[in-house]
């Protein structure tokens, strides 16, 4: 998400400055890829890139393909195959070992649902959505991001004979919060299942935080930190927060939005501050608690709001973080941040040498 929002931040200055732009997106993958379905790139008319679509053995001739697109206001289907080991053109020396279909869009102001306005759609509430973007290898008619779908909400560019077929299959990867590709004739579907962004509640603003807060931050994670000192909640020691909280514990919760994609790390400090904290939030639907410090803190405080041991709460954990050797204020953070990922991903943070499995999910053989 933090890819998407970027993408618009530079498509606004790049209008503003009356240049012309294209969407590049990996629409499908065979084999092995540095950046599965979904990497998106925006290409401007002067070459800067924003995005990615490979870890940078594609870009140099995805620029070219962009400048192109942009140039004959048509959408092209290009397909980099690496496999070749004869070939070092693309991505061997990266290791690359795949097939990758690109999309290129150039961006049309004048076209109401163009693939950027749709972007800005699912940037405007936090719910799950699916995005669609048809393409085609039998035909040069590309009809690119066509549909944006969320619960009772459908945006979508005609594409005729395909309503039913489409809306069916946008409808089931909703419910099933997972992308699929599907092939309607001649017609392929990249049909993308995009979740909001994790939102992270960082409460307590000492210096320990901060670190943490720029970490997530690049990530794309929005971030609201909660403390009651003045003197540490504001803006000039978080820049990178989207919202700032400066309320007493028990004042706090009716300020927070929760939902299925919310954290919390609970490291104000303060023994009661937490305790009140963590009260309300046990009564929550929140998916992660994490408390700094000791184990026995956190038992200590279960116990003061009657509620047993920290092992009996799926969503609790304490002491916060994986196991990486951390000692200071910064991996630390890398730990908390490494934590909440696997916990949303469903990673196992095992090595990825022990992963017998593709890395990625969704790999097309």
């Known amino acids: 998400m933090k890819e998407i929002r970027d ?66 206001q048509e959408n092209k289907l290009i397909t980099y195959d690496t496999t070749d080991e004869d070939d070092a053109k693309f991505g061997i020396q990266l290791g690359c070992n795949g097939i990758v279909h690109i999309l290129f869009e150039p961006i049309s ?25 048809l393409f085609s290898h039998a035909n040069k008619n590309q009809l690119g991001t066509t549909l944006l779908y969320r619960q009772n ?74 403390d009651g000192r003045p003197t540490h909640a504001n803006i000039l020691r978080f820049p990178n927060a989207q919202q700032i909280i400066m309320q007493k514990a028990e004042n706090v919760l009716p300020h927070l939005y929760i939902d299925n994609r919310t954290a919390c790390v609970l490291m104000t400090h303060n023994y009661n501050y937490d305790l009140r904290l963590l009260n309300d939030l046990l009564k929550t639907d929140i998916r992660y608690i994490g408390a700094l410090g000791p184990k026995k803190k956190l038992n200590k405080m279960l116990d003061e709001l009657n509620k047993g041991i920290s092992e009996a709460f799926g969503n609790l954990y304490g002491p916060v973080g994986l196991d990486i050797g951390a000692e200071t204020a910064e991996e630390i953070a890398v730990s908390i941040v490494a934590e909440i990922k696997m916990v949303f991903s469903g990673g196992t943070a095992q090595p990825l040498r022990k992963k017998k499995q593709p890395i990625h999910l969704h790999v097309v053989e």
């Open 109 to 133: 102001p004048e076209m109401e649902l163009n693939p950027i306005k749709l972007l800005e759609l699912l940037q405007q509430k936090r719910q799950n959505a699916v995005l669609v973007t």
């Open 7 to 72: 993408i618009l931040s530079r498509y606004k200055l790049a209008s503003k400055e009356g240049k012309k732009s294209a969407l590049a997106t990996v629409v499908k993958v065979e084999g092995s890829s540095y950046r599965r379905a979904g990497a998106r790139m925006l290409v401007t008319e002067d070459g800067q890139l924003t995005g990615a679509i490979s870890g940078g053995c594609l870009e140099g001739d995805a620029l070219r393909k962009a400048l192109s697109a942009i140039l004959q």
């Open 153 to 226: 909400e459908i945006y979508a560019k005609p594409v005729f004979g395909l309503e039913k077929s489409i809306k069916d299959d946008v409808v089931t990867a909703l419910k099933n919060e997972s992308s699929d590709f599907k092939t309607y004739q001649e017609t392929e579907a990249f049909i993308e299942f995009i979740p909001p962004p994790l939102s992270l509640i960082v409460a307590g603003a000492g210096n320990d935080a901060q670190p943490l807060v720029n970490i997530a931050s690049i990530l794309g994670w929005e971030i609201i930190v909660v």
